[in-house]
């Protein structure tokens, strides 16, 4: 099996990715959504928190292979990038989603130098903002950044375009195209879901004919 497929499937059977095309979910934005992604919970399964570390470590070889330096997002990056720079042998900081307001009023949390090329690691990507902030926090920090990892992407059109309007390279270890597989491969939704989770990936905001823009 795909490891995309295989992965999107592990994440499915703990629930760290759920899908319900006819009871949305309502997001923290409000959106309402066929789909709610918790992947915090890989984290209390040692055999699928090992394959997507081995996951991770194995596309930033393949992509990034120059990086000195495994940057996490907090909060949800941390974990994963610490267990990534333990396997690459590589230093590992992280990125506050902002500057402290007290003591040396850090953004960045551990040691990162002018001149140094790191991979932000973040665990899920929708809009992109927050794996942004992070590379653009490093980058004001003189840090190159190469691009960013995470577990799943929603592969929203909002997200691609920010992304390609900060330059910045994304890759992830699975993906939605692979959950849907994964999904109707395993009887978690039926064939004719498919239609129904395309519509909501191609226009979330006015999804099931109700714009919900303002909310």
Known sequence: MDRQIEL????????????QPNEPFT?????????????RLTLSFPGLRTKIAEAYSDEIRRHYSEADIIAGTATAGIPHATLVADRLELPMVYVRGKAKGHGKQNQ?????????????VEDLISTGG?????????EAAGVEVLGIVAIFSYGL???????AEADLCLETIT???????????????????RNVLRAWQ?????????TQANR
């Open 202 to 210: 191609r226009d979330p905001e006015t999804w099931g004919g109700v």
């Open 157 to 163: 059109t909002i997200g691609e375009r920010n992304f």
């Open 27 to 39: 997001w923290s934005s409000g959106l309402k959504a066929p789909i709610y992604c918790d992947n």
């Open 108 to 120: 960045i949390e551990g040691s990162a130098s002018v001149g140094q090329k790191a991979v932000v």
């Open 130 to 138: 927050s794996a942004i902030e992070a590379a653009k926090a490093l």
């Open 8 to 19: 999107a499937s592990e994440l499915l059977s703990i629930g760290a990715v759920s899908l």
């Open 175 to 193: 993906d939605f195209n692979a959950l849907i597989t994964a999904s109707i491969h395993n009887g978690v939704i039926a064939e004719e879901d």
